[in-house]
């Protein structure tokens, strides 16, 4: 199950109570206080693990807390820290402080941890309270509470290229062709319901990740459709590729249903709309003489690139994944040189 977002709670563990006593010992008449400090409690820390991929894990369970930490004990003795707890979390996961509508962390990248809830302090034990004036301190410290905080998370996947278009324009049976991936593949509308990544393999050990984004319709901004939900797994694609099926089933216009979707891109996010994006038009096993691929890259944008591909013989797919590597290859040089 694809889970991309989650509400929870989180609470560092609460410090340790500092310890009241006195030494008492045979022939150590007046021995003074020896109450130890309580332990710190443990924090709450958020670490990418590759190896997970939704928000399952929060889905039943809403309250997450670190251990508290020990009371102090008597003989000076220190009370133990509480362990800190560390939730793993795919890579791409925004978390937000649900009160103050604050993003607090972008966990975009392998290995990054952030402290989301500090733990309390411990308590101080009599013995930190023994002046010259005061003795024999009667009281010790309580110890802090751990900070507690309301949390959303929303997960991005985070791709080289994601696959937009209409729904049924062939996206699923596109990535099933150029990587392992196995969405659902059927003749009617909506067959991918959650996104799904793909590795594609090219010679000499390159690859880069595909992700296939369930359809969209006009109004998905506003939340029709499944678009208001997955338009954010794009914002983290480098590259768009932009489906059009040359003879929908419909038999809607393929450069109408290309405005639209550019429409919804741009209403969603300036920046979403502003990435590099490619033209593919699919389905070119279904017109042989070529003339209906022709009339429509004709009206489509001049300064875009167009390829016409075949995702059910293979048609024109080595090309196409070609050019996508050089794409992400050169973004990923103009990252890394800045």
């Known amino acids: 199950m694809f889970i991309d977002q989650a509400k929870i709670t989180v609470k560092g563990g609460d410090g340790g109570h500092g310890c009241m006593s006195f030494r008492r ?4 008449p007046k021995g003074g206080p020896d ?5 710190r409690g443990g924090n709450v820390y958020f670490k990418v ?28 003795k220190y009370g133990a820290d509480g362990q800190d707890l560390v939730i793993p979390v795919p890579p791409g996961t925004l978390i937000y402080d649900e009160e103050l509508d604050l ?16 733990g309390g302090r411990g308590g101080k034990g009599n013995k930190a309270f023994a002046t010259p004036v005061r003795q024999a301190p009667r009281f010790a410290q ?21 696959l937009v278009g209409m729904p049924n324009a062939g996206k699923s049976t596109l990535i099933s062709r150029c990587s392992q991936a196995r969405p659902k593949i059927a003749d009617y509308p909506f067959t991918t319901l959650t996104p799904v990544l793909g590795i594609v393999e090219l010679s000499d050990f390159r690859r880069f990740v595909m992700a296939d984004i369930p359809g969209l319709i006009e109004g998905a901004h506003e939340g029709a459709g499944l678009g208001h939900d997955f338009l954010r797994h794009i914002e983290r694609t480098r590259i768009i590729v932009h489906l059009l099926n040359i003879l929908p089933a419909d038999q809607a216009d393929p450069v109408e249903q290309y405005h639209a979707i550019r429409n919804e891109l741009k209403l969603h996010s300036r920046v979403l ?13 279904l017109d042989s ?9 004709k009206r489509l944008p001049k300064d875009k690139t167009i390829l016409a591909v075949s995702a059910v013989t293979g048609k024109g797919l ?10 992400v290859k050169g973004q990923s040089d103009e990252s890394d040189r800045g």
């Open 289 to 297: 003489d070529g003339t209906i691929t022709g009339a429509i890259k």
């Open 142 to 162: 309580k110890g802090k509470p751990g900070q507690m905080r309301t949390l959303r998370l929303e997960l991005k996947l985070i791709a080289d290229v994601g």
């Open 49 to 76: 693990d590759p190896a997970v991929d939704t928000l399952l894990d929060f889905s039943g369970r809403h309250h997450w807390q670190a251990p508290n930490g020990k009371p102090g004990e008597g003989k000076n």
């Open 25 to 28: 010992e045979k022939f150590i």
């Open 318 to 327: 080595p090309e196409l994944n070609e050019k996508l590597w050089t794409l």
């Open 103 to 118: 993003l607090l962390a972008d966990l975009n990248h392998e290995d990054m941890q952030v402290c989301i809830a500090r």
């Open 35 to 39: 109450g130890g400090d309580g332990g």
């Open 273 to 285: 709309a502003e990435k590099h994006e490619i033209i593919v038009l699919n389905k070119i096993d």
